[in-house]
T-cell receptor, first 118, second 109 residues
Framework: GAVVSQHPSRVICKSGTSVKIECRSL??????MFWYRQFPKQSLMLMAT?????????EQGVEKDKFLINHASLTLSTLTVTSAHPEDSSFYIC??????????????FGNGTRLTVT | GQNIDQPTEMTATEGAIVQINCTYQ??????LFWYQQHAGEAPTFLSY??LDGLEEKGRFSSFLSRSKGYSYLLLKELQMKDSASYLC??????????WGAGTKLIIKP
């Protein structure tokens, strides 16, 4: 079945540095990728939706200058957490969807990245 | 506004059947997903409904009524490993995901 690879699975960084998280669709072309953040004991919160070749659409309250999303190809989207702070420590998850006319394919999730900012 | 409602928590007994309900009000509809999520892990896809009716897949079944804005996930022959959160997610007309808060299912022996 379709697989989404997310890397790294865990990262620890110092406050003020930037961290890049990659999300790759391995055997299908993902026209749309979604980035989520999960706080402890809470549901996944959609951060942004990215469509290949265009700017990401950010959800209300998400700082686009802090969470940079690039979807340069149909198989790769990246999320860069810039100038990370301890409050950015969280579990970040990407998912990918093949959007093709009326074909509503299920979402395929990456395994997530646990970010710890010290 | 867009809204998804599902119970916060449910408890059931091992071997029994449980039904988790979900109602939604969204801007358009392109399908409804059910996901299972164990603590600390990414959600796992369970089912996808876009037409009315019941979809059966092993011990899990999912039902959709678009006219009522209603879906349920039915779990049969419950096992301890089914203890998890179950997320109801609707894809709206703009392909935005509308997430429910999840139902925490507790299975007791």
């Amino acid at each position: 079945g379709a697989v989404v690879s997310q890397h790294p699975s865990r990262v620890i960084c110092k406050s003020g540095t930037s961290v890049k998280i990659e999300c790759r669709s391995l055997d299908f072309q993902a026209t749309t990728m979604f980035w989520y953040r999960q706080f402890p004991k809470q549901s996944l919160m959609l951060m942004a939706t990215s469509n290949e070749g265009s700017k990401a659409t950010y959800e209300q309250g998400v700082e686009k200058d802090k969470f940079l999303i690039n979807h340069a190809s149909l198989t790769l989207s990246t999320l860069t957490v810039t100038s990370a702070h301890p409050e950015d420590s969280s579990f970040y998850i990407c998912s990918a969807a093949l959007r093709q006319g009326s074909d509503n394919s299920p979402l395929h999730f990456g395994n997530g990245t646990r970010l710890t900012v010290t | 506004g867009q809204n998804i409602d599902q119970p916060t928590e449910m408890t059931a007994t091992e071997g029994a059947i449980v039904q988790i309900n979900c109602t939604y009000q969204t801007s358009g509809f392109n399908g409804l997903f059910w996901y299972q999520q164990h603590a600390g892990e990414a959600p796992t896809f369970l089912s996808y409904n876009v037409l009315d009716g019941l979809e059966e897949k092993g011990r899990f079944s999912s039902f959709l009524s678009r006219s009522k804005g209603y879906s349920y996930l039915l779990l049969k022959e419950l096992q301890m490993k089914d203890s998890a959160s179950y997320l109801c997610v609707v894809l709206d007309s703009n392909y935005q995901l509308i997430w429910g808060a999840g139902t925490k299912l507790i299975i007791k022996p």
